[in-house]
C-alpha cells in the first residue's frame, strides 16, 4: 500500500512469498528427520549445521522481496516512507547475517519486532503531523468562510423599522451553505439563503464564487427574479465541475413592508406573524 505497486507486480510478490512460506515449512519438517542445519542434543540444547542459514529461507525472502519493491517504486514514494523501508529491510538482513556468521545464531526476529514497533512509531507521528496540518488549513478555511458572511448585529443601526440576525453551523468544518443580506439602496433590502451542492472544501469555493455573483448582479438588477436568472447564466458559465446552487432570494421595501420574492430550487423559509403558527 505504500508503495502503490500496481496489481500484477502485487500477485507475483504474493505468490513468491507463498513460495518462501511453503520452502520454510517444508525445511523444517525435514531437519526433523535429515537434521540437515541443526539437531537437538541433550539436555535441550541444539547444534547448528553449516547450512543454518536455511531457516532463514523465508525472512530473507520477504526481505529482498521488500527490497525489490523499494526499487521498484522509490519515485512514487515520499521521503520518510523510503527510510522506513529501508530500515525494516537492511536492520534486520544485515544483523541476522552478521550474528550468524559470528556467533551461529540469528536474532533476526527479535530485531524484526523492534524494527516494526520503530516503523510504528514513525509512520504514525508522519500520519498525525500530516493530519494536524490538515486540520489547521481546515480551521484556517472555516474561519475566512465564517468572516465573509454578515455577522455584526444588529447590521443597520440607523433602519429602526427592521431587526435582522442570522448565524449558521456547517455540518463539516466548512460546506457550501450560505447566507447573505445587503442594501441594495436606502429603501430596498436583498436577502439571500442558499446551499452549493456537495460538500467540503470544492463546496465553500463554489459557495463564495456564488454570494459574489449574487451580489454584484443583485446591485443593478430590478428584481429577485431578474438576479436569479443572470446568476444562473453567470455560474453556468465555465463550470467544468457541473457544481450548482439552490437559491431562495428575497428584497424587502423598507418603506412599505412588502417583500418580492424568487426561489431556484431552495427550501422555502418559514414566515411568522407574532401570536400566529408559522406558515410557509
Known amino acids: 500500500n505504500m508503495l502503490r505497486a ?20 517444508l525445511l523444517r519438517l525435514v531437519n526433523i528427520f535429515a537434521g540437515m542445519y541443526f539437531t537437538v542434543v541433550a539436555d535441550g540444547f541444539y547444534s547448528r ?20 519493491l523499494i ?27 552478521i550474528t550468524m556468521m559470528k556467533f551461529g545464531l540469528s536474532v533476526s526476529y527479535g530485531v524484526i519486532t523492534v524494527i516494526m514497533l520503530l516503523m510504528y512509531c514513525i509512520v504514525n507521528i508522519e500520519m498525525s503531523l ?14 475566512i468562510q465564517q468572516s ?33 443580506y445587503f442594501l441594495i439602496d436606502g429603501d430596498h433590502l436583498c436577502m439571500v439563503i442558499a446551499d452549493v451542492s456537495g460538500k467540503g472544501i470544492p463546496a465553500a ?18 428584481s429577485p427574479a ?20 439552490t437559491v431562495w432570494l428575497g428584497i424587502l421595501e423598507l418603506s412599505t413592508g412588502k417583500l418580492t420574492a424568487a426561489n431556484a430550487g431552495h427550501e422555502y423559509p418559514i414566515i411568522k406573524k407574532l401570536g ?5
Open 71 to 97: 526499487i521498484h517504486g522509490r519515485k512514487k514514494m515520499e521521503k520518510m516512507q523510503i527510510v522506513i523501508l529501508v530500515l525494516y529491510v537492511v536492520a534486520p538482513t544485515v544483523v541476522g547475517v
Open 6 to 25: 500496481e496489481e500484477a507486480l502485487i500477485k507475483k510478490i504474493d505468490n513468491l512469498l507463498k513460495i518462501g512460506m511453503y520452502a520454510a515449512v
Open 148 to 180: 465573509i458572511l454578515p455577522n455584526v448585529f444588529p447590521p443597520f443601526p440607523d433602519k429602526k423599522e427592521i431587526d435582522l440576525h442570522a448565524s449558521m453551523d456547517f455540518a463539516r468544518a466548512v460546506g457550501g451553505d450560505f447566507y447573505d
Open 130 to 143: 500530516k493530519t494536524m496540518s490538515a486540520e489547521k488549513e481546515l480551521n484556517l478555511a472555516a474561519e
Open 276 to 280: 400566529t403558527d408559522a406558515e410557509v
Open 205 to 222: 469555493l463554489f459557495m463564495m464564487n456564488s454570494k459574489t455573483v449574487l451580489h454584484s448582479i443583485a446591485m443593478v438588477s430590478s
Open 49 to 68: 549445521a553449516w547450512l543454518y542459514p536455511l531457516s532463514m529461507v523465508y525472512m530473507f525472502v520477504v526481505s529482498a522481496i521488500t527490497m525489490i
Open 226 to 245: 431578474e438576479i436569479l436568472s443572470k446568476a444562473n447564466e453567470a455560474l453556468c458559465r465555465n463550470n467544468q465541475a457541473e457544481m450548482f446552487v
